[in-house]
């Protein structure tokens, strides 16, 4: 019997919602693209969309970005980076994250991910204590979130600050608090791999009026601060305004008119990405030899992606594995090899940061195996390709 093969790309996303191009085509009739060229009346797309996602995410305040990499540079730069400074990130995370770090002058010193694809709550002890860092770069790499109330004690006790890269959990929750809410500054991608879909984009939210002033500023305001809706109050901005450099970062209003539509589908979204990955698990599950992550009660996670781990094997027999899924139409991410190849990288490859060793994240990225689920992908098309991840496991692994 021939092989069943998949046939449906892993990068298409779904279409813009009708409703978002007619807003978009509004914009673009305008001519109005940039955030502040508003009439007089108008609150502007930009302004609007910061108003709606600080409602979402229950956030005082919110700033739209050019993209999730600038807001965390942004952010970095907000809470007082300096050129020099430790910066603590996770070991398993994706380029931006680190070149953030790199773009403020800062030194990226990587901590241990734990087999929960988490970062490692005694490693992080160990680095806050080693280098003195004041600064977390917390990235919920994949939508796995490590139990926050511990980690956000540890980086008390050491006088710490915390940035969360929510980049794959916008809209997931830990203990009933949403992802970015837990540390000074929440910064979010809505590049088109991320949970809403500009092209690029992202957003800093925080409930710091002084942090808030100074992203504005940071951001590219020209003085215009006052058109922001989600801002603090104006005497805030009284020294931020002469302090913070302009680092032209702004999201324009046809980005911002494409994104208010697709926030009020977010939780939605959020719910059929789940059922997605909910097909996709059981069949993990049900494949002896892969290891899927237990979700934890206290999260509710956004499936758009997901990991398995496979065992400790050799790896010519991985880069077969991986082949044979793939000549089935079956496209999954290792990030396990040393090479850096489209979206995977591993911290040893970011020679910008100090050489730095962390056995137990090479040892659990080498079994890292990685999808991602996008929405144009029915439940039907998970089971198929779950069973292909079997057959093509199990016939490897004897
Ligand atoms: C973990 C992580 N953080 C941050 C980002 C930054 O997003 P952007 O591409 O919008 O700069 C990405 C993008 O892929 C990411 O994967």
Redesign the pocket.
């Not at 993209?67 to 600038?70: A, I, N, R």
């Given at each position: 019997m021939p092989k069943i093969h998949f046939e449906k790309p892993f990068t298409q996303q779904e279409a813009i919602p009708e409703s978002a191009i007619a807003e978009a085509v509004k914009v673009l009739q305008s001519g109005r693209l940039h955030r502040y060229n508003l009439v007089p009346g108008e609150a502007g797309e930009a302004n609007q969309l910061e108003v709606e996602y600080a409602k979402y995410q229950g956030s005082k305040y919110c700033l739209a970005t050019t993209?999730?990499?600038?807001a965390?540079q942004i952010a970095l730069r907000a809470v007082g980076a300096k050129a020099g400074d430790k910066i603590l990130t996770n070991a398993f995370?994706?380029a931006?994250?680190p070149g953030a770090v790199a773009a403020v002058g800062g030194e990226p010193i990587f901590v241990e991910t734990t087999e929960d694809l988490t970062i490692d709550l005694k490693d992080l002890e160990a680095k806050f204590s080693e280098t003195g860092s004041k600064i977390l770069l917390l990235?919920h790499?994949r939508g796995h979130i490590a139990p926050m109330e511990e980690l956000c004690a540890i980086a008390e006790k050491h006088g710490a600050v915390i940035i969360e890269?929510c980049?794959?959990t916008m809209g997931a929750e830990w203990n009933g608090r949403k992802s970015g809410n837990f540390g000074a500054i929440g910064c979010f991608?809505?590049?088109t791999?991320?949970h809403m879909n500009s092209g690029?984009?992202?957003f800093l939210t925080t409930d710091d009026a002084d942090l808030m002033a100074k992203a504005t500023i940071l951001s590219g305001s020209y003085m215009l601060y006052e058109k922001h809706l989600a801002r603090p109050d104006m005497s805030d901005y009284a020294q931020a305004r002469y302090e913070m450099p302009n680092c032209s970062s702004r999201m324009d209003n046809l980005r911002a008119s494409i994104l208010r539509p697709q926030l009020k589908q977010l939780d939605h979204n959020i719910d059929r990405w789940n059922s997605r990955y909910q097909v996709l698990e059981s069949a993990f599950k049900n494949t002896d030899g892969l290891t899927v992550r237990e979700r934890p009660q206290n999260e509710k996670y956004v499936g758009s992606s997901i990991q398995f781990l496979i065992p400790d094997w050799p790896q010519d027999k991985i880069e077969t594995f991986v082949k044979n899924c793939f000549d089935r139409g079956v496209e999954l991410k290792w990030f396990g090899n040393a090479n850096p190849v489209g979206f995977t990288s591993r911290y040893d490859s970011w020679t910008y940061a100090p050489k730095q060793s962390l056995d137990q994240t090479v040892a659990i990225l080498k079994r890292i195996m990685d999808m991602r689920i996008p929405l144009s992908f029915s439940e039907e098309d998970c089971a198929l390709i779950g069973t292909i991840i079997d057959e093509e496991f199990t016939a490897l692994n004897d």
């Open positions: 993209s999730g990499g600038t965390m995370t994706l931006p994250v990235s790499m890269d980049a794959h991608s809505t590049q791999y991320k690029e984009g992202g």
